[in-house]
């Protein structure tokens, strides 16, 4: 299957600061990457779907101002959380697609746990 | 609207069992589903998928049921192994002009050696 890589796998960081998180799809060309938070023993929520080249779309309730979500090249994209607080600390997941209409499930990376202390 | 929900948030089998994991959706106009096995601190495998126009789809040891009637999708593992211990989701892909996967709520497999 297709492999989706994100860095880092772990991050601390101080109340106030920002965190950029990176989402790689090695082997393939992703036109749609997707950002998931999941809180502990909860489901994975969608926060954004971000398209090459375009502004990412947000999912009601979640801030575009504090999660900033860019996808300059088919193979990367990134979400940067801004002055980070404690409640943001969460698993974050990308997943890649290759694009079309239902076609393909996405191919997820392995998470990243941000803790804001 | 659009949501996909599961009936059992936990499930425990005694291993070489078979293990069955239920799913509800609500969004008639999906035309594709996914299952998913989460590991503790890792991300989602994909394991098996269907298509609308399909009601079983079968892999190694798992089969995917789809019942439209219902909306309903089911999960089976077949000689339930130690290994397949982890939280099982059930994912619904809606078309909105490009296509997004939402995730429902979960299961957690516990199989007993």
């Known amino acids: 299957g297709a492999v989706v890589s994100q860095h880092p796998s772990r991050v601390i960081c101080k109340s106030g600061t920002s965190v950029k998180i990176e989402c790689r799809s090695l082997d393939f060309q992703a036109t749609t990457m997707f950002w998931y938070r999941q809180f502990p023993k909860q489901s994975l929520m969608l926060m954004a779907t971000?398209?090459?080249?375009?502004?990412?779309?947000?999912e009601q309730g979640v801030e575009k101002d504090k999660f900033l979500i860019n996808h300059a090249s088919l193979t990367l994209s990134t979400l940067t959380v801004t002055s980070a607080h404690p409640e943001d600390s969460s698993f974050y997941i990308c997943?890649?697609?290759?694009?079309?209409?239902?076609?393909?499930?996405?191919?997820f990376g392995q998470g990243t746990r941000l803790t804001v202390v | 609207g659009e949501s996909v929900g599961l009936h059992l948030p936990t499930l425990s089998v005694q291993e070489g069992d078979n293990s069955i994991i239920n799913c509800a959706y609500s969004n008639s106009a999906s035309d594709y589903f996914i299952w998913y096995k989460q590991e503790s601190g890792k991300g989602p495998q994909f394991i098996i998928d269907i298509r609308s126009n399909m009601d079983k789809r079968q892999g190694q040891r798992v089969t995917v049921l789809l019942n439209k009637t219902v909306k309903h999708l089911s999960l089976q593992i077949a000689a339930t192994q130690p290994g397949d211990s982890a939280v099982y989701f059930c994912a619904e892909n809606i078309d909105t002009g490009g296509f997004k996967t939402i995730f429902g709520a979960g299961t957690r497999l516990f199989v007993k050696a």
């Open positions: 997943s890649a697609s290759r694009g079309g209409q239902g076609a393909f499930g996405a191919f």
């Open positions: 971000s398209n090459e080249g375009s502004k990412a779309t947000y």
